[in-house]
């Protein structure tokens, strides 16, 4: 998946805003403190397990689906 990403300065502290990512599956977005590495090393953790939270929840959305479409169509 290709992340999008956007930064917006939300402070007068340079640096210091609002970074939204987004890879289609999910989007995730809080303040980041961009001059902090453990800071934007931590907010791409989160954006990864937002992520693979989103796919294995459509995944599973998908299988409930398919058990509910077969049951109505062998009828």
Not at 13 to 40: E, F, I, L, W
Request: charged share 20%; hydrophobic share 45%.
């Amino acid at each position: 998946m290709i992340w999008k990403t956007n930064y917006r300065q939300d402070t007068e502290k340079p640096g210091v805003g609002t970074v939204t990512a987004d890879n289609g599956a999910a989007t995730y977005s809080r303040r980041v403190d961009t001059n902090s590495p453990d800071d934007v090393a931590v907010f791409v953790q989160e954006a990864l397990a937002i992520s693979v939270l989103a796919v294995k929840l459509s995944g599973d959305a998908s299988l409930v689906v398919s058990k509910i479409e077969a049951v109505l169509n062998a009828g």
